[in-house]
């Protein structure tokens, strides 16, 4: 009976996992040339109000066509929720043969129903003020910016169009998101050859102390191996230094220590505001900062997105569901205070 039980619940865990799918929910920040403060959430709204059939909301881009399928504003003037779709007018779809008995099993094409076009992809996006959040299925984030150009243009917004950009959080903000969210890990990247050994220790002399360390001990475990001019000949050879917390070794020990683990927290946070501080963003060493809410920092910028689970609706995903996880994420990022930096 107790493995009936439990074969069952693996069964169910199975198939409600099969419900959904996970997706990533990025984060960017609306600019464009214009003296008019008014914001992106303004704009699009007169902008969908003005066209109001998905017809007046496509436009060709290559052999496809973006469309606004269906927006909604989110409780009178909090937001707009948008779904932007791809297709293929008059694409047909691959279809195969589903008997198993047979030897071979043959393709074939057919067309779409009347009425209906097979859909290529589509975007899930929630605007708040001059904030965008928005998570895809195999449509990308430069369609979403061709969307957004094409319906500021169509509203008689043509300068504001052309000058439209997606920006990812800005250099400053990241010091201020590593504060905020903690750090889980830290991801250092290093060629291991003559160059890089010598740039570390000798030219970047002003790399924190953490850093230096770093230098000193990869300098110190390659001096026991080759010779640097030995190593020159494998320039491809690279090595990773991970750094994270280790969380299973904290929970094991949470009765025992009071705040067992806090100060490896607070040093793993210091180490990565050491690690900004110390390398500009065209350095070459390379390096990713993972924090506790799933933001990637890099020495060129900083991801800030979140990895979530929406219902399934055939090959994409529900677009209630999508809307309603989009809504939470900018909730959570508003209470961490990531979009008043």
């Known amino acids: 009976m107790y493995l009936l039980v439990n074969l069952l619940k693996g069964i169910s865990m199975t198939i409600e996992k099969n419900t959904t799918r996970k997706k990533k929910i990025y984060y960017?920040?609306?600019?464009?040339?214009?003296?008019?403060?008014r914001t992106l959430e303004h704009y699009l709204?007169?902008?969908?109000?003005?066209?109001a059939n998905s017809g007046e909301r496509t436009f060709l881009k290559t052999d496809a066509e973006i469309t606004g399928s269906s927006f909604k504003v989110k409780d009178q003037h909090k937001g707009i929720l948008i779904h932007v779709t791809g297709c293929k007018p008059g694409e047909q779809a691959s279809l195969i043969e589903s008997d198993k008995t047979k030897n071979e099993l043959n393709t074939e094409e057919q067309d779409a129903p009347d009425g209906k076009e097979f859909l290529d992809g589509d975007i899930f996006a929630y605007v708040r003020k001059n904030h965008i959040f928005f998570c895809s299925t195999i449509l990308r984030e430069s369609d979403l910016k061709y969307y957004f150009r094409k319906i500021l243009e169509k509203n008689n917004l043509t300068a504001m169009g052309a000058t439209f950009e997606m920006l990812?959080?800005?250099k400053a903000d990241k010091i201020?998101?590593?504060?905020?969210?903690?750090?889980?890990?830290?991801?250092?990247?290093?060629?291991?050859?003559?160059?890089s050994v010598d740039r570390l220790t000798k030219q970047q002399s002003e790399?924190?102390?953490?850093?230096?360390?770093?230098?000193?001990?990869?300098?110190a475990i390659l001096a026991k191996d080759n010779t640097n001019e030995e190593l020159s000949e494998h320039?491809?050879?690279?090595?990773?230094?991970?750094?994270?917390?280790?969380?299973?070794?904290a929970y094991k020990n949470r009765n025992k220590v009071v705040n067992f683990g806090l100060e490896g927290k607070q040093h793993l946070k210091q180490a990565a505001t050491t690690v900004l501080n110390g390398v500009s963003e065209d350095d070459e060493l390379g390096f990713?900062?993972?924090?506790?809410?799933?933001?990637?920092?890099?020495?060129?910028?900083?991801?800030?997105?979140?990895a979530v689970d929406i219902n399934k609706q055939g090959k994409t995903i529900?677009?209630?569901d999508a809307w309603k996880k989009l809504r939470t994420y900018y909730n959570e990022l508003k209470e961490k205070g990531v979009l008043n930096q």
Do not use: C
Request: no cysteine; aromatic share 6%; proline share 1%.
């Open 28 to 37: 960017r920040r609306a600019q464009w040339q214009s003296s008019d403060k």
């Open 168 to 170: 990812k959080v800005a």
């Open 235 to 249: 320039i491809n050879l690279n090595m990773k230094l991970l750094f994270s917390f280790d969380g299973a070794t």
């Open 176 to 195: 201020k998101v590593i504060q905020n969210e903690g750090v889980k890990s830290i991801d250092l990247n290093s060629s291991l050859y003559s160059a």
């Open 288 to 306: 990713s900062i993972i924090t506790n809410g799933d933001t990637k920092i890099s020495p060129s910028d900083i991801e800030v997105s979140s």
């Open 207 to 219: 790399i924190s102390n953490f850093m230096s360390k770093v230098a000193k001990d990869f300098k």
């Open 318 to 320: 529900n677009k209630t």
């Open 45 to 51: 709204l007169d902008a969908h109000n003005n066209l």
